[in-house]
């Protein structure tokens, strides 16, 4: 149950002052309404009613709040005071004094002064309802208005906000005079004494409810695990530019370790509709003097791979360590885990727990399309995110050249498998439409490891 007053303002304008007169009161005050309802008050059982709706608790206020567009008239209106040499025509003795008031023409022409939790019985309802029908204007009696009164909460507006009583001292928020039990006697004895209702009045503070948004869902990569290996003090640094030839060394030494028949998810043989493990090199990225050397190499394990081939995969690597990577001639490279290295982290790779929108090339794309005649790099690159499993992006930004600190440029030539199709080679920025989790990969060679991200600004 609720109960509802609903008023619809006749003209569009609201015509009252606030607790400072040169300035218009809005948004309205329960209190205002509550006051309008009393000046109706004939019988005794009208003064129950209002002594049952003082009891109710404090409203809520729902009234459009943008664009409420304030004024001001200016008029000579007859004064009470009398003189010998009087001002007016009509009144003898009285003076006309001028007279400035503000008023506010809201958005809406209609407003409600709402008390959710309250449950009038019929007899009360109908009484408040009666109360509500006399009600010629709030505020001024400029302000003619139509009250109405229903046991349910209101329609809402498009224009309407809604302010609701808040602790006292909570930032912004603002004062409402409100109706409270003994306030009907109180407007009764200023009545009688010849006060004013401001005399009788208190505020609450009150604030604009903020709708919460419905919270955005997060994308999920389709790989959900990282398996990494730091090098162990390699004789020299490795260049960035060498991330194909760690990753197809990596590719041959997995794949020697794992018993045949070997996963398709693993090969990439037979598992085209599929994703496939990713082969991934780490390169130093993304601090003060970061060059882009490598530092590691990992697989990226499919989400939604068969636990059979997860398990034989990962027997396959950690079982047995893979210690050694031998990516040309000569001493292998010695692998080891544990390593303490931000960039070898699983989260420098997958962001934060809740996801990431904004993203950068830590390695650069091979697109999946060709170049061609009304084909921007800014498409190529949404759609091959988009063919790699991700959500659509909301902004791109393309380039040649790293677009953050210690991206590799480009891989060396002659480090690509062999025949593969010449496709654009960029650096990407994307913001996607909601949070993802990585690791984001994507392109042609992304289960060779180009086109890794890495999440903006860093993470765990």
Not at 31 to 52: E, G, K, M, Y
Not at 168 to 173: C, E, K, Q, S, V
Not at 255 to 271: D, F, L, N
């Given at each position: 149950m609720a109960l509802t007053l609903t008023v619809r303002l006749r003209h569009g304008r609201y015509d009252a002052g606030d607790m400072r007169p040169s300035r218009a009161e809005w948004p309205p005050h329960?209190?205002?309404?509550?006051?309008?309802?009393?000046?109706?008050?004939?019988?005794?059982?009208?003064?129950?009613?209002?002594?049952?709706?003082e009891r109710a608790g404090a409203p809520v206020v729902r009234a459009a709040m943008d664009d409420a567009r304030p004024g001001r008239t200016d008029s000579y209106v007859v004064t009470n005071q009398t003189e010998q040499k009087s001002g007016s025509q009509s009144w003898p003795g009285r003076t006309n004094?001028?007279?400035?008031?503000?008023?506010?023409?809201?958005?809406?022409?209609?407003?409600?002064?709402?008390?959710?939790?309250?449950?009038?019985?019929?007899?009360?309802?109908?009484?408040?309802?009666?109360?509500?029908?006399?009600?010629?204007?709030?505020?001024?009696?400029?302000?003619?208005?139509e009250v109405t009164v229903t046991d349910s909460l209101p329609d809402d507006e498009s224009a309407w906000s809604e302010l609701a009583p808040v602790a006292?001292?909570?930032?912004?928020?603002i004062e409402l005079r409100v109706p409270y039990v003994g306030y009907t006697d109180a407007l009764q004895d200023a009545y009688n004494r010849g006060g004013r209702a401001w005399e009788a009045a208190r505020a609450l503070p009150y604030s604009q409810v903020v709708a919460m948004e419905e919270p955005v869902p997060t994308h999920l990569s389709p790989w959900d695990d990282l398996i990494v290996w730091g090098f162990e003090r390699p004789s020299a640094r490795i260049s960035g530019d060498q991330v194909a030839r760690l990753t197809l060394?990596?590719?041959?030494?997995?794949?020697?370790?794992?018993?045949?028949?070997?996963?398709?998810?693993?090969?990439?043989?037979?598992?085209?509709?599929?994703?496939?493990v990713a082969f991934l090199a780490l390169p130093d990225i993304d601090q003060p003097h970061?060059?882009?050397?490598?530092?590691?190499?990992?697989?990226?394990?499919?989400r939604h791979m068969p636990a059979e081939d997860w398990n034989r995969l990962a027997k396959a690597v950690m079982a047995d360590p893979l210690t050694r990577l031998t990516p040309w001639p000569g001493e292998p490279l010695r692998l080891g885990q544990g390593q303490n290295l931000r960039t070898l982290r699983r989260g420098r790779w997958t962001g934060r727990s809740e996801g990431t929108r904004t993203w950068v090339t830590?390695?650069?794309?091979?697109?999946?399309?060709?170049?061609?005649?009304?084909?921007?790099y800014e498409q190529m690159v949404a759609k091959s995110l988009r063919r790699a499993g991700f959500p659509d992006v909301t902004n791109v930004e393309v380039s040649t050249a790293p677009l953050t600190r210690g991206a590799i440029w480009r891989p060396r030539p002659g480090s690509l498998p062999a025949n593969r199709?010449?496709?654009?080679?960029?650096?990407?920025?994307?913001?996607?439409?909601?949070?993802?989790?990585?690791?984001?990969?994507?392109?042609?060679?992304?289960?060779?490891?180009?086109?890794?991200?890495?999440?903006?600004g860093g993470s765990g």
């Open positions: 329960p209190a205002r309404l509550f006051c309008a309802l009393a000046a109706s008050a004939v019988q005794a059982d009208d003064w129950d009613a209002l002594r049952w709706l004094g001028a007279r400035s008031r503000a008023f506010v023409t809201p958005a809406c022409d209609q407003f409600a002064v709402v008390w959710p939790g309250a449950d009038p019985d019929p007899g009360v309802l109908a009484k408040l309802g009666a109360l509500a029908r006399r009600v010629p204007y709030v505020g001024r009696s400029t302000s003619q208005a006292l001292g909570t930032p912004g928020a060394a990596l590719r041959k030494a997995v794949m020697s370790r794992v018993t045949e028949p070997i996963p398709a998810q693993v090969s990439g043989h037979g598992a085209d509709d599929k994703t496939h970061s060059d882009g050397h490598l530092l590691g190499v990992a697989l990226a394990l499919p830590a390695t650069p794309m091979m697109t999946d399309s060709f170049a061609r005649p009304g084909r921007s199709p010449k496709k654009p080679i960029v650096h990407a920025r994307v913001t996607f439409d909601r949070p993802v989790v990585g690791p984001v990969i994507a392109g042609s060679l992304r289960y060779l490891g180009l086109g890794l991200f890495v999440p903006e």
